[in-house]
């Protein structure tokens, strides 16, 4: 059972590039959300989405464009990279989040991304 | 500005003896909360959660404490094992919520 899987799992861009990291999760959960991890920052979450054709901000939004066309699909593009967006980014999916219980997210191993 | 704070970047403890990794949030509001283990080069993993309206929520190892008062939680591991060895990430939701509020996470070491 592969779970969330993401791919690259590296890549190098020149300042100014454009990529898109791709998010794979056979569990068919709703929801799916982007992280990136910092060295001192933790998780921050990028964008998330609660169901298929729906997509929302998380606490750190800007630069990143998201897409979730399929349920089991979770797209994180970068228009024009910059150097502050060096991290470790994860992808992670839940099942629907109930009114009395919170399910637990599942993360992919991770895609290291550095922008020179 | 962060929400769930881990102040402990690092720990170190012997084989045997009990870890405590601690926890503190800002938002009242939040009333569910996780323990992530995550090794390098890996996602992070689900360890334990408990819900606000418990103070305590054990699983063999694993303990969390939350004092809701202090907005507070403690992960505790007894006995601690070199395996063990990890970053512990903390993390807060609201319910129902779509979103996760994680720390800055917390380097154990458990030295054999």
């Known amino acids: 059972n592969a779970g969330v899987t993401q791919t690259p799992k590296f890549r190098v861009l020149k300042t100014g590039q454009s990529m898109t990291l791709l998010c794979a999760q056979d569990m068919n959960h709703e929801y799916m959300y982007w992280y990136r991890q910092d060295p001192g920052m933790g998780l921050r979450l990028i964008h998330y989405s609660v169901g298929e054709g729906t997509t929302a901000k998380g606490e750190v939004p800007d630069g990143y464009n998201v897409s979730r066309l399929k349920k089991q699909n979770f797209l994180l593009g970068l228009e024009s990279a910059a150097p502050s967006q060096t991290s470790v980014y994860f992808c992670a999916s839940s099942r629907i989040q109930g009114t009395l219980t919170v399910g637990e997210l599942f993360f992919g191993e991770g895609s290291r991304l550095t922008v020179l | 500005d962060q929400q769930v704070k881990q102040n402990s970047p690092s720990l170190s403890v012997q084989e045997g003896r009990i870890s405590i990794l601690n926890c503190d949030y800002t938002n009242s509001m939040f009333d569910y909360f996780l323990w992530y283990k995550k090794y390098p080069a890996e996602g992070p993993t689900f360890l334990i959660s408990?819900?606000?309206?418990?103070d305590k929520n054990e699983d063999g190892r694993f303990t969390v404490f939350l004092n809701k008062s202090a907005k507070h939680l403690s992960l505790h591991i007894v006995p601690s094992q070199p395996g063990d060895s990890a970053v512990y990430f903390c993390?807060?939701?609201?319910?129902?919520?779509?979103?996760?509020?994680f720390g800055t996470g917390t380097s154990l070491t458990v030295i054999p």
């Open positions: 408990i819900s606000s309206i418990k």
């Open positions: 993390a807060a939701s609201l319910v129902p919520g779509n979103q996760f509020y």
